[in-house]
């Protein structure tokens, strides 16, 4: 299959600084870019949504100010988590997927703000 | 708004055993629905992909059905294995946004 891939895959920072991930997708153009975080033991959580070109629509609660996506090219989206505190620590996966095709995930970003 | 829900939670099986997992979505206008599994820690890898149109995927041990007028899905995994320990996870693709469902969380023993 196709093949996504995130970096950096964990991080610690302190808090009140910024933290940006990337989402690539290796072999294939991606349309549309999904990020979601992952609570221990919870689902994922769709954050936002990112068309390349476009501003990201981000789910009722996610604050886009504080989650910047930005997704410049058809293969390349990046989730920044800006002025990041300990409640931010979580488990952060992106997907990318070519119209309304299969969805192909990355291995995911473990933050951990202290 | 899209619901999706997975019974059960969790599963416990010997090795060897056959077994099935159930996804329910509450609105049947979805395009597909995709099976993942996901390992501790991990991303999610994807198992097998149901477009609308169709009724089943198999892929080696996994069969996926898929029946959209009844809004349901189930995950049959044959022979099962340590190896399938994991969370197993359905999403439901549409004109809303990604739904997935919490998860059941598969453990097989030796």
């Known amino acids: 299959g196709a093949v996504v891939s995130q970096h950096p895959s ?4 302190k808090s009140g600084t910024s933290v940006k991930i990337e989402c690539r997708s290796l072999d294939f153009q991606a349309t549309t870019m999904f990020w979601y975080r992952q609570f221990p033991k919870q689902s994922l959580m769709l954050m936002a949504t990112s068309n390349e070109g476009s501003k990201a629509t981000y789910e009722q609660g996610v604050e886009k100010d504080k989650f910047l996506i930005n997704h410049a090219s058809l293969t390349l989206s990046t989730l920044t988590v800006t002025s990041a505190h300990p409640e931010d620590s979580s488990f952060y996966i992106c997907s990318a997927r070519v119209s309304v095709g299969e969805l192909f995930f990355g291995e995911g970003s473990r933050l951990t703000v202290l | 708004k899209q619901e999706v829900t997975q019974i059960p939670a969790a599963l416990s099986v010997p090795e060897g055993e056959n077994l099935v997992l159930n ?4 609105d049947s206008a979805i395009y597909n629905l995709q099976w993942f599994r996901q390992d501790p820690g991990k991303g999610l890898t994807s198992l ?16 996926a059905s898929l029946d959209k007028s009844s809004g349901r899905s189930t995950l049959y995994i044959a022979a099962s294995q340590p190896g399938d320990s994991a969370t197993y996870l359905c999403a439901v693709i549409g004109n809303t946004p990604l739904v997935f ?6 453990s097989v023993i030796a």
């Open chain 2, 101 to 106: 469902g919490k998860g059941t969380r598969l």
């Open chain 2, 23 to 26: 996804c329910s979505f509450t």
């Open chain 2, 48 to 63: 097998l992909l149901i477009q609308s149109s169709q009724r089943e995927q198999t892929s080696g041990r996994l069969n």
């Open chain 1, 10 to 13: 964990w991080v610690i920072c």
